[in-house]
DNA sequence: CAAGGCTACTGTATCGTTACAGATTTCTCA
DNA sequence: TGAGAAATCTGTAACGATACAGTAGCCTTG
């Protein structure tokens, strides 16, 4: 078409108005646009005077890789996705954990897709969906279990990933978790030193993978301390609170009424407190209670109770250093973290 | 390379390991691949029973659109991107919104991408960024102010977008509010109907558009039943809740506490009851207390407290709703909504 | 001083899609 | 019957980036 056609790939001058490409700085310095990428990327057969001179002008037409262009050539998608399930979100986890992710992710290229699913038999939906389509570069799962069908998916294809909570399955996979056994065990000790002697758990559904380290925990500390376990396990923290407080109320009424309490969760304590309380008995007095909480709203309003807090927000940043280090390569060992109660 | 290669596009059989693309639908039925990218969209210009066949065969191979193609190719991104504070974020209100938003563009080609900006200052930024490197399709933000920085640029660039809040611009724009005005209208109304006389508000701060709103409602229903105004002015709801549990006790150990007080937010609600509780006063007795609440926590722990709920959740839904609205074309006037305590 | 090697740079093809400008066949109607 | 319209279908180029296979010039080295 036109008679500077040849020889040369940037010929015609991109206009000054639209987003620079390669080609703009192509243009402008004189140089050929396979010479520019490479310059960008510090590639070794570029002179050093000419990788300046580029990243120079790169910097003053404010240049920014098209994503979608990087991605179709490379399959590099700079997409993190946050899988998420759409039912069982308890009261606002997701809101630190969505801020601590997008706090580590904002120093790198990479952005934050969530990517839900709706009931919990459709987990495995979205991780699909990645696998296939190539939609993200890696994966955050939480919820697993100890067979977790994702973690093998994603093992087999060897897609990287990291999950909040460990599995069981003799596969080596980053993980970011809560140390409930620890959680659990401190509790118990807690209720013991007020000298109670009749423990209740109120415990994550045996389908989780933490169910078992919340109890292994419990179980440790009931024998150490030479105390009672009082069983509880009409509902778990994933039934609804009117549920909680019903089973709560019912055990409280019963003859062997637990002296103390320990709630896996923040959102639960809150439903175990209404049934203590409509049967009339009292925190600190009838029965003390060990929480794990999220946030410290519980501690405003019920000081009685004992609160441990799980930093939500750390657990974001943590997985979200764990699946771009799988990405890069880091050790497995290496991307593998716990984290206690502060 | 190809002897094959002239006179047909699609000669070299894609692999059937590999994702399809048009390519492989094109080699399957024998068409051209822009023959099949017409047949999926559903030009006129293509016969129907082509199109028919070619349905088929791109269900059958599990034909999804590569979105880096598209979006090189179109500008078209599929993406929404919600704009989030790291900094200001209260009490996991971000929670229940993704989700909203989520449950609404799931059923859609969009995805959900976060981006955040870290101290209120920079709020310009991530919206800058959306709009620079087109990485979005339409853009969400919440915290609007009256005359809002974000929504004049985005306006002026004629980029989609909605606000959670209103603006005061005299520019129409999409959005969906939360009706303050009518929540603290009616919370006076609340504590007047209980006998309250001396009320006072915890506001939103200055600077946002609701803060206005919720002032007017909450003036007018003084004005309306011929109570008093107690000033308490010295936080806001985006204080901690430190400061306000402390400039609440400060209110009410003073000569003029108040009797009745409206609570803009739920989080700043616990520090007021905490303020009150430390200087020995009750609820029900020496003052009655409404907030807004974005769950019901606060009523199973502290049920004296007249609780009006914003749906967040919902909020999500509306706002989805209205930035894909926009981008197809709605007029404006139909991606404006309200939403009342529910 | 020729052969080979090194340094610095560049063109082409390609990823998957779609806009656009044809191309081919059949149909219509004067 | 033949010209033009209508109905279908198709190739090429382009979006922006990068892998790869060069090329050109200069420097060693025997």
Chains 1, 2 share one sequence.
Not at 1 to 16: C, F, V, W, Y
Not at 73 to 79: A, E, L, M, Q
Not at 262 to 284: D, F, P, Q
Not at 286 to 291: F, G, K, Q, R
């Amino acid at each position: 078409m036109d008679e500077n056609n040849k020889g040369r790939q940037a010929t015609i001058p991109p206009s000054m108005n639209e987003r620079p490409t390669l080609k703009t700085i192509a243009f402008m310095t004189g140089l050929g646009i396979t010479t520019v990428s490479r310059a960008l990327k510090d590639a070794p057969d570029i002179g050093a005077e000419t990788k300046e001179r580029v990243r120079l002008v790169a910097k003053q037409v404010g240049y920014q890789p098209n994503r979608a262009g990087v991605r179709l050539r490379t399959g590099k998608t700079n997409v993190i996705s946050l899988v998420l399930s759409l039912e069982e979100e308890v009261m606002g986890l997701t809101s630190p954990m969505v801020i601590g992710i997008s706090e580590i992710l904002a120093s790198t290229p990479y952005h934050l897709v969530v990517t839900p699913y709706s009931s919990s038999k459709d987990a495995l939906v979205p991780v699909r969906y990645v696998l296939d389509t190539g939609a993200a570069d890696g994966v955050i799962i939480s919820r697993t279990e100890p067979k977790d069908p994702r973690v093998a998916l994603m093992m087999e294809r060897n897609f990287p990933f990291v999950t909040h909570g460990r599995t069981d399955m003799g596969l080596a996979h980053p993980y970011h978790d809560f140390d409930n056994e620890g959680f659990a065990y401190e509790a118990v000790k807690r209720l013991v030193d007020l000298g109670r002697k009749r423990i209740a758990l109120l415990q994550p559904p045996p389908r989780l993978t933490f169910h078992r380290h919340m109890r292994d925990g419990f179980d440790r500390a009931i024998r150490d301390f030479g105390v009672e376990t009082i069983a509880f396990n009409t509902v778990d923290i994933d039934n609804t609170l009117v549920e909680i407080r019903a089973a709560f109320e019912t055990l409280m009424r019963s003859p062997d009424a637990p002296d103390g309490i320990v709630s896996g969760s923040g959102a639960a304590a809150i439903a175990l407190i209404a049934g203590l309380e409509t049967v009339g008995k009292k925190l600190n007095q009838d029965i003390d209670m060990v929480s794990k909480v999220p946030s410290d709203f519980l501690s405003w309003l019920r000081p009685e109770v004992i609160t441990m807090n799980e930093d939500i927000r750390h657990a974001g940043r943590e997985l979200a250093k764990a699946v771009i280090g799988r990405i890069a390569g880091t050790p497995t060992e290496e991307l593998q973290s716990l984290s206690k109660a502060v």
